[in-house]
Structure formats: C-alpha cells, structure tokens
C-alpha cells in the first residue's frame, strides 16, 4: 500500500507540469498570437539557400478575384506568371518548388506545408489584386512583425519591378488588409521569409494590358528580386 502511494504522489506533480506546460504553449499560440506563432515556427528550421518555394495564389474552384466582366480568373495569371518565374530561377541554377504547377485546389494551409517540408529560403506568393474603384500598381504584404529579410525580398521584388517601369507607388504592407495585428496566411504559417506579391489589379485593363504584353518581362523582375536577396541573405 505505501509503495502504491509514493508513486501516486510522485505523478500527480509530472501530470500537473506536463499540463500547465501543455496549456501554456497552446494559450500563448492562440492568445498571444502572431509573435508567438512567428517564433515557433523558426525552431529548428535549416532552409537550404538554393531552394526557393512559389506559390501561385488560388486554383481548382478557388478563382480568386475576377476582372473583364468575369472571363478573366486571378487563378490563371498567378499560374501563368508563376511558371515563368520558375523557369527563369531554374535557369539560373536554383530549385524551384510549386505549391501547384496546374489548375487545382490547395488549401492555405497545403500552400504552407509544401513550402515548410521543402527547406526554401525563401517563398512567393503570386496574386493579383482587385478593386471596385480605380486601384493600379503592385504591392507587396509581408509579416505584421516587419521582418527584415521579408522585407529586403518585398524592397528587392518590387525594386526590380520599378526599374522595367512598372507602378510600385503602392509599397510594401505589414500584416493583414482587414487588421494590422493580423496576417495572411501564408506569410503566417511559412517558416521561411516570404511575401504576398499582388502583381497589378485585375479589375484595371491597363495593369492587364500590361501583365499580358510584358508578362516575360514581369517573370524576370520577380527572378531578380528574389536571387538578389538570396545573395544578400548569404552575404554575397
Ligand atoms: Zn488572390
């Protein structure tokens, strides 16, 4: 009976850690929220310098925005915008890895996955933005913390983009558009610096006109962007 007793009295205090420390780590992730998620999702993560993840935006029934009175998908353009950045990086010696390279459903959180389990230094996420009224231009979104590598890759991409003459007045963003403490998914859940990259408004017919006549050019000022961070993030 006494030897029953000692043991019972020496798990309830484990137990009683194991669950405070359980509580803790899942009140400070839903709670304490985007700092916390941030942090965690560093640990222990190696990424590999030549790997690079790109994400196009939407696909399968997600369509995304829509603009030419709806013929024209946002799924579309990402992909074939993020296509072309994939051959131009694979060009210069680089693995590229796709959320998706056809038409199909990812979740958010796939998009994510794929990203994480690749090792890449860096990630990508193609859009295209969308108004009701007269919006024009790119702009990037990263982390609402402001990371400096994530935002040296917004600068560099949307550098690149200003230099072939496209509009980049609108800048880079922190956060979320409906909450600034908030994020998009995908920069929340990457382990890796990354960007939401919405290149020009689908609901303009000269962003469109422009993503369709220069749409190689466009390819290779994101190619750019990109290695010219990797290089900056190693010290080259
Ligand atoms: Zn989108």
Redesign the pocket.
């Known amino acids: 009976m006494k030897k029953k007793h000692k043991q019972f009295n020496f798990l309830i205090p484990l137990a009683a850690i194991f669950v405070i420390t359980l509580s803790a780590v899942i009140a400070l992730m839903s709670v304490g929220g985007e700092e916390t998620v941030y942090y965690l999702n560093q640990l222990n993560f190696t990424p590999d310098p030549k790997t690079v993840c790109i994400d196009p935006?939407?696909g399968g029934t997600s369509s995304?925005?829509t603009g030419e009175g709806g013929k024209r998908l946002?799924k579309n353009d990402?992909l074939r915008l993020s296509l072309l950045v994939r051959d131009e990086l694979q060009k210069r010696g680089y693995t590229v890895v796709m959320t998706r390279d056809t038409d199909t459903d990812i979740s958010l959180e796939g998009r994510c996955k794929v990203a994480n389990k690749s090792k890449a230094a860096l990630f990508v996420s193609i859009?295209?933005n969308s108004t009701s009224g007269k919006g024009q231009g790119c702009e990037m979104w990263i982390h609402s913390l402001n990371p400096s590598d994530d935002r040296l890759l917004a600068e560099n991409i949307l550098q690149s983009l200003e230099n072939m003459g496209v509009d980049t007045s609108r800048g880079v963003h922190t956060g979320y558009r409906e909450g600034a403490n908030k994020n998009y998914y995908v920069n929340r859940c990457s382990k890796m610096p990354s960007v939401l990259a919405?290149i020009g408004f689908i609901s303009s017919a000269e962003d469109n006109a422009q993503f369709d006549g220069k749409i190689g050019d466009l390819a290779m000022s994101i190619a750019d962007g990109i290695e010219m961070t990797l290089l900056e993030m190693n010290g080259e």
Request: proline share 0%.
């Open positions: 935006g939407h995304g925005a946002e990402t859009h295209r919405e």
